[in-house]
Each structure stands twice: as structure tokens, then as C-alpha cells.
């Protein structure tokens, strides 16, 4: 059983191997806290990852003539 180690950002227990500890220098994160930490890397590394959006043009009204 791994020991239990705490969330450098939230404290939150985790579980996580003694090697990753000592690779982390100690500087462990939860999943939640990685995930919030990768997506802020991502923001930093720059915007515009994903395609312009130019969506928003609405349908025109289908014109059916009754009779
Ligand atoms: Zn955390």
C-alpha cells in the first residue's frame, strides 16, 4: 500500500509511490490539481489552440406555402 502524501496545492491525502515524491522534488499534486495545473499551461503556452469559432448565423425561416 503506498503511502499517503499531501496535495501541495489543495493538501488534499493522495496516494502516491515514494519514487514519484522524490521525481516530484516533493511537489505532489492530486489528479484534479494536474489537470487545473496542465490546463494552465496550455492557456500560457498561448491562445488560439483550437479553430476560430464563427458559428452563430442563424437558419432562415424554412418558407413552406400553404396551400
Ligand atoms: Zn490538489
Known sequence: MPPLFA???CGVQ???ATRSYLQQKGQMLCST???RQEAAEAAAA???AEGPDGEGATA???GDGGG
Open 33 to 35: 490539481c494536474l489537470d
Open 46 to 48: 498561448g491562445p488560439g
Open 7 to 9: 496535495c501541495s496545492s
Open 60 to 62: 432562415p425561416p424554412s
Open 14 to 16: 493522495i496516494e502516491r
